[in-house]
């Protein structure tokens, strides 16, 4: 638990700020981080934004105070904080960065606390005043003790309309499909790095409703899917991966069909490593054929370990068969082509 003078200095933070905004990390992901943020952001009318690379999804996305996700690039992050005077930070590193950058962490006049339950993670941190605490416990002390404000709230996001022209679709069509068949009780399994930057175009209402990994390594989706369905059987999931992704662990099909572990795969094909070719030309690394996976049927390959399967040829389709999955009683997977 954080201590009392340490709660009062990020109360005191946030009353005597003119322009305050808050970040929230995997570690606010819980029933009631979630509910405090959510009450400490309409208190103190905050804009909210999620830490760069986030595994979780802390925080409604149509909320109005929700503003989004924090890009990688160190030089981009201090563009966005740079904003505001104060920044509160709860179950986040400051920062997790993923793509290079030579410009400065922080623009000047920025101040940076932070709480979290992680002290190495504190002491990595490059910037910023961090406590060592529990990030939901001090969310809801400060939601309870922070003034409330009559400042204007943040401005409202809206959300660019989709391409829905097929038969190869754009990532935020298909995301815009999945959603309109998904239920606030859905949980999502995310590996498809098409949708890293689009992914708050799914509709989040609660606590662990989307998870992804961590550390940025692949193949983690389909065996993580297995295990988010088994911890919350009351719950339907979804695996989002691409179908570079899943040529990392398809065993984890076995396990499913054996088991029947009711997920819904949805594997989106556009026949590349896609994260790996974006790499390669950053790194300056040589083209070749060895990024190229086209040729392979993943349906095939599920049919193999004994999925039910399904093409879905339009984004209705796809919609259609995201809400059925929330009665199956086994493991199924949908291909979709990705433009």
Request: glycine letters at 8%; charged letters at 20%; a negative charge.
């Amino acid at each position: 638990m954080l201590a009392q003078n340490t709660l009062d200095t990020l109360v005191e933070a946030l009353n005597g700020a003119s322009a305050p905004a808050l970040v929230l990390g995997p570690g606010a992901d819980t029933e009631e981080g979630f509910a405090a943020a959510v009450a400490l952001a309409e208190r103190a009318r905050l804009p909210v934004w999620i830490a760069p690379s986030p595994p979780r999804s802390p925080f409604p996305t149509r909320h109005r105070c929700y503003q989004g996700q924090l890009p990688s690039a160190a030089g981009a992050v201090a563009d966005i904080l740079g904003q505001y005077d104060t920044v509160v930070c709860f179950g986040a590193p400051v920062f997790r960065y993923h793509a290079p950058s030579d410009e400065d962490f922080l623009r000047p006049g920025v101040s940076v606390h932070a709480v979290t339950d992680d002290p190495d993670e504190a002491a990595r941190a490059p910037f910023g005043r961090i406590a060592i605490g529990d990030p939901s416990d001090a969310l809801v002390r400060v939601a309870a003790a922070v003034a409330e404000s009559d400042r204007a709230w943040p401005p409202a996001r809206t959300r660019p309309e989709a391409d829905t022209s097929g038969p190869h679709f754009t990532a935020e069509a298909i995301l815009d499909a999945i959603d309109r068949g998904k239920t606030d009780d859905t949980v999502i399994a995310l590996e498809w790095t098409s949708s890293d930057q689009l992914r708050d175009r799914l509709t989040i209402t609660r606590a662990k409703s989307l998870f992804y990994c961590a550390a940025g390594g692949l193949g983690w989706g389909l065996p993580a899917a297995i295990g988010l369905r088994l911890g919350r059987p009351d719950r339907p999931v979804v695996a989002l991966i691409g179908d570079g992704a899943m040529q990392y662990t398809p065993a984890a099909l076995w396990t499913a069909a054996r088991h029947q572990v009711a997920v819904t795969f949805v594997v989106c094909t556009n026949t590349k490593y896609r994260a790996l070719e974006e790499f390669s030309e950053l790194l300056h690394v040589p083209k070749g054929e060895y990024l190229d996976i086209s040729g392979l049927n993943v349906l095939d390959i599920a049919r193999g370990y004994g999925l039910d399967t399904h093409r879905a040829e339009s984004l209705d389709d796809l919609t259609d068969y995201i809400r059925q999955g929330a009665t199956a009683k086994g493991p199924r997977m949908v291909e979709i082509l990705q433009r």
